[in-house]
């Protein structure tokens, strides 16, 4: 909008060449930005042609590394968000302020992620329900599972909603964890 400088020609021609592939806008969001921007009631003809690409849970690695950031709460922040990112940050954010208390921290987290695993659940078929329940009790062996079984829970552990360490699927994170115990 005026005084900008940028016309509806010009994001008329921004859209034109992401339909085209010539330009790709890349956002990263710990909610879908469609429904960021249907919250605030704002819409973008540039983006009503975007997609939501899920790029899976960080790596073992990455998420000691995010983890270390917090200093000595490290192993809590990592048994509480597992290895998905925007858990990894928001908890890292709010630890970073001066004299954060890690219980007041943690309980908060758990406030603040629930709509974003109510989200997760309400996505997830019966069977992936199924399959994050059984976690609950421990771990479940890679070996021994059908075909199409392995391949369900690896999906869930692409996404991060499971881990997969040492030929065993496992529950991600405390806080999730506890919301599946209780959906």
């Known amino acids: 909008e005026p005084p900008q400088g940028c016309s509806g020609a010009f994001f008329s021609v921004l859209r034109l060449h992401g ?10 969001s ?18 009503n042609d975007s997609r939501q690409v ?9 998420r000691r590394t995010l983890a270390a950031r917090c200093g000595t709460h490290a192993d809590a ?6 290895g998905v990112a925007c858990a990894l940050q ?11 208390e890690y219980t007041r921290v943690q309980d908060a987290f758990a406030v603040a992620m629930e709509p974003m695993f109510r989200r997760w659940w309400k996505r ?8 994050l329940k059984a976690c609950l009790s421990g771990s479940v062996a890679v070996a021994g599972l059908a075909d199409r079984e392995r ?26 964890r506890a919301f599946v115990q209780d959906a």
């Not at 899976?56 to 990455?62: M, P, V």
């Not at 829970?153 to 806080?175: I, K, N, P, Q, V």
Request: some cysteine; hydrophobic content about 45%.
């Open 19 to 28: 339909q085209r592939g010539a330009l790709q806008w890349v956002s990263v």
């Open 30 to 47: 710990g909610r879908p930005l469609q429904e960021v921007l249907a919250s605030r009631e704002f819409g973008s003809a540039f983006l």
């Open 54 to 62: 899920w790029v899976g849970a960080l790596d073992d690695s990455a």
């Open 77 to 82: 922040v990592l048994a509480t968000a597992g």
């Open 90 to 100: 928001w908890l890292g954010s709010e630890l970073a302020s001066d004299h954060a």
């Open 124 to 131: 997830c078929e019966q069977d992936a329900r199924r399959r």
């Open 151 to 176: 391949r369900g829970y690896r999906a869930l552990a692409w996404r991060g909603l499971l881990d997969e360490r040492d030929g065993e699927f496992t529950m991600s994170g405390d806080a999730w």
